[in-house]
């Protein structure tokens, strides 16, 4: 099975901050990687989908990267809203694994 | 527009068996897969298996080989995931997911099923 390890999986951020989340893949994936927003108590958003496309409806402000093994989610500007647990997962292979997830919160 | 909606919250004894269902609606059913990811209290997404709602076809993670089923049932566009010998561990939150394709992301996600074991 392909392991993705997300880090950090905790981030303090401010309001305005342009944040990065990193996934790493322990073999390449090409760019089979996509990102997901989750709010408490909901399911999983996705925002960006083979690694740089972003979902329709979602903010520009969020933006992927990368291709193989390394991948990066950007919020170029935080908002409130965007405080919350991000996913990574790989649709590379089956079984489809996803990593540990990265809580952004508030400074 | 696209909605897939799930069963309500269950609580189960150890050793029992849950159903869940997740029925689906404004697409063609038949075009799309359906996964079911779970996630414990506090943790990580976990794929569970898929099923083809074209030919009922199913996939399953090896974790739960022998214990899960997944079905569907095209005239109400529904489908089943049915876990069997349930332990504390299963504890969790219970998601079905669509994708058009093994290797494209979910992009429509139920609202989940929190399945709870408890004696």
């Known amino acids: 099975d392909i392991q993705m390890t997300q880090s950090p999986s905790s981030l303090s951020a401010s309001v305005g901050d342009r944040v990065t989340i990193t996934c790493r893949a322990s073999?390449?994936?090409?760019?089979?990687l996509n990102w997901y927003q989750q709010k408490p108590g909901k399911a999983p958003r996705l925002l960006i989908y083979?690694?740089?496309s972003l979902q329709s409806g979602v903010p520009s402000r969020f933006s992927g990267s990368g291709s193989g093994t390394d991948f990066t989610l950007t919020i170029s500007s935080l908002q409130p809203e965007d405080f919350t647990t991000y996913h990574c997962?790989?649709?590379?292979?089956?079984?489809?694994?996803f990593g540990q997830g990265t809580k952004l919160e508030i400074k | 527009q696209v909605q897939l909606v799930q069963s309500g919250a269950e609580v189960k004894k150890p050793g029992a068996s849950v159903k869940v269902s997740c029925k689906a609606s404004?697409?063609?059913?038949?075009?799309?897969?359906m996964y079911w990811v779970r996630q414990a209290p506090g943790q990580g997404l976990e794929w569970m298996g898929l099923?083809?709602?074209?030919?009922?076809?199913?996939s399953y993670a090896r974790k739960f080989q022998g214990r899960v089923t997944m079905t569907r049932d095209t005239s109400t566009t529904t489908v089943y995931m049915d876990l069997s010998s349930l332990k504390s561990e299963d504890t969790a939150m219970y998601y079905c997911?669509?994708?058009?394709?093994?290797?494209?992301?979910?992009?429509?996600w139920g609202q989940g099923t929190l399945v709870t074991v408890s004696s």
């Open positions: 997911a669509r994708t058009n394709s093994s290797s494209s992301p979910f992009d429509y």
């Open positions: 404004g697409y063609t059913f038949t075009f799309y897969y």
């Open positions: 099923i083809n709602p074209n030919d009922g076809r199913t």
């Open positions: 073999q390449s994936i090409s760019n089979y």
């Open positions: 083979a690694a740089s």
């Open positions: 997962q790989q649709s590379f292979s089956t079984p489809v694994t």
